[in-house]
């Protein structure tokens, strides 16, 4: 059981910026992958961006520039660096961590959530 821990999330203008930070209690070097998915009021889960046990990145279009993922695995931490923020970038946002599973496959562990409200 991996237990994943967000924060810093808040209040931000238009075109300011926040730093989310994830802390996992499992290593973060066993996960096939980590990321941040975010959900706005009135939709669904979506993938903001990733990073792979190899540091391979992807990020949603509309956040390619502006958003950067990384990871401190000496930390067991995954941040998500937010620039240039939108409105349309309000949502929750969740930390995401797929680990390899006892028998075979993968399992999926999830954050809470941190809210992300751009608004003023």
């Known amino acids: 059981q991996v237990q994943l821990v967000e924060s810093g999330g808040g209040l931000v203008q238009p075109g300011g910026s926040l730093r989310l930070s994830c802390t996992a209690s499992?290593?973060?070097?066993?996960?096939?992958?980590m990321g941040w998915y975010r959900q706005a009021p009135g939709k669904a889960r979506e993938l903001v961006a990733t990073?792979?046990?190899?540091?391979?990145?992807n990020y949603k279009d509309s956040v390619k520039g502006r958003f950067a993922i990384s990871r401190d695995s000496a930390k067991n931490a995954v941040y998500l660096q937010m620039n240039n923020l939108k409105r349309e970038d309000t949502a929750v946002y969740y930390c995401?961590?797929?680990?390899?599973?006892?028998?075979?496959?993968?399992?999926?562990?999830w954050g809470r959530g941190t809210l992300v409200t751009v608004s003023g």
């Open positions: 990073v792979t046990s190899t540091g391979t990145t």
């Open positions: 499992g290593a973060i070097n066993n996960a096939y992958s």
């Open positions: 995401n961590g797929n680990f390899p599973a006892v028998r075979g496959g993968s399992t999926d562990y």
